[in-house]
């Protein structure tokens, strides 16, 4: 499937296709369950995964009924809160243990572990909600968005704040022309998920409370090292995490991409240093060239991310008002201006002076974990589905593959899912998973 094909998923045809096939998943899910409740399963009980499930399970329509967590030690809000909940270590015997007893899903492993898991749960019919990014590989995340596709499933990443009115003012500030046309957009995180430093050569002694091999779950085995993967630091680690841009990428660029409706990249670039054998590396700059928009002010668009201590060069910074320029954000470039819009704050115009009583535009924000469950009941669609959160999640492991080729221009062909001109690149684009882990349509 062409990215720009599954990227805009609020044409008529898709709105018209998911309206058409809602009734008939709605109710194969509301047979199954009693009582118009929806029995949701999730993967993982600590940490993200808690805040998760918790956001789904609050829907008065949903019962929390399983949950599969490889650390014991990770689950006590769950029993406290969610008593009749079944606790499980291995999410596959999950899978096949509830599979009549669950109708819904939700996804906050680690990152490498999210496409086994949610195409797993796809492929019996559940609909999913995946925290963001969507997949850790690119293969992944095409893979996804056509499953979800081909089998007519609710979906939503766990995008919170697309569904927040700030994000949809600044959006909608770029469609009403409010700076005019766009010329460059530059976004930054002050997050540092990364690591310069060798890992320590140890083995450590497991916890009790953690089954290691099921939290390797498809990575190739290797020892435990306390406090270096689990539960945390594994963002840093390029066989888990997607570094500091797959963190926060996909929430500070979804509005971007929102707003201006961009679509696959045609290329990309990275200014900033290559990672180690094992980790991802710090400061990293990365530069994109984007097919224009009706909202572009040229044929093609820039788009600069940076994250950790780097930040835009100080002629961009000057367009705002000194001070403003917050730990995460995005600066829009327009012909008549340029906003700053904080992560997660109220979007900026400036000169100030020019737009001093602009009548901004209104929105109203949503829970989207709760969206997510009307949607799966057919009131509503989801805002946040794999048709437009896999190619958002697609642009963000683009940068991320590119740190592996410093000062070297990428050029992406999207709908072969390959580079056009670096071979070696494209050896990143997939991954194989280990034996006794392989999920069909995968590694």
Not at 77 to 99: G, N, S
Not at 391 to 419: M, Q
């Amino acid at each position: 499937m062409e990215f720009t094909r599954v990227f805009h998923p609020f044409t008529r045809r898709a709105f018209v296709s998911r309206a058409a096939a809602a009734p008939f998943v709605i109710r194969h899910l509301l047979s199954a369950s009693p009582n118009s409740t929806l029995r949701l399963a999730a993967f993982g009980g600590g940490g993200m995964a808690w805040y998760t499930l918790d956001g789904i399970a609050t829907h008065p329509k949903v019962k929390l009924a399983c949950v599969a967590d490889v650390d014991s030690s990770r689950v006590d809000h769950v029993k406290q809160k969610y008593p009749d909940a079944k606790i499980y270590q291995d999410w596959r015997q999950m899978l096949a243990r509830e599979k009549h007893n669950i109708d819904i899903a939700c996804i906050s492993t680690p990152d490498h572990m999210h496409a086994p898991q949610a195409l797993s749960a796809m492929r019996q019919g559940l609909p999913v909600y995946v925290q963001k990014p969507l997949t850790h590989d690119l293969h992944e995340a095409r893979g996804l968005a056509n499953m979800a596709g081909r089998k007519k499933l609710v979906t939503q990443m766990g995008i919170q704040i697309h569904s927040r009115r700030e994000y949809k003012i600044a959006a909608a500030l770029v469609r009403n022309g409010a700076i005019g046309k766009i010329k460059e957009v530059h976004s930054w995180s002050e997050k540092k998920w990364g690591d310069p430093d060798p890992l320590p050569d140890r083995s450590d002694t497991i916890p009790s409370t953690l089954d290691w091999d099921q939290w390797l779950g498809v990575a190739s085995p290797r020892p435990f090292i306390a406090d270096v993967y689990h539960p945390l630091n594994w963002r840093k680690r390029l066989d888990f995490g997607t570094a500091t841009f797959g963190d926060m990428g996909c929430h500070i660029l979804d509005p971007v991409v929102t707003a201006i409706g961009l679509t696959a990249p045609l290329s990309v670039r990275s200014e900033g240093a290559a990672p180690n054998r094992q980790s991802w590396a710090l400061d990293s700059e990365i530069r994109f060239v984007f097919q224009g928009t009706p909202f572009t002010a040229e044929p093609t668009m820039p788009l600069a991310w940076y994250d950790g201590d780097r930040r835009p060069p100080a002629e961009i910074q000057s367009l705002v008002t000194p001070g403003t320029i917050p730990g995460q954000g995005s600066i829009f470039v327009g012909t008549k201006g340029a906003m700053l819009l904080p992560h997660i704050d109220m979007p900026l115009l400036f000169p100030s002076a020019q737009f001093a009583g602009y009548m901004m535009p209104q929105a109203e924000s949503e829970n989207h974990y709760h969206q997510f469950v009307e949607a799966v009941l057919g009131n509503t669609q989801a805002s946040a589905p794999f048709s437009y959160s896999g190619p958002l999640t697609e642009i963000v492991l683009l940068g991320a593959l590119s740190t592996r080729f410093p000062k070297t221009t990428l050029e992406w062909r999207s709908g072969k899912l390959k580079f056009h001109n670096v071979a070696e690149a494209n050896e990143h684009v997939t991954r194989s998973y280990r034996d006794g882990w392989k999920v069909k349509g995968l590694g």
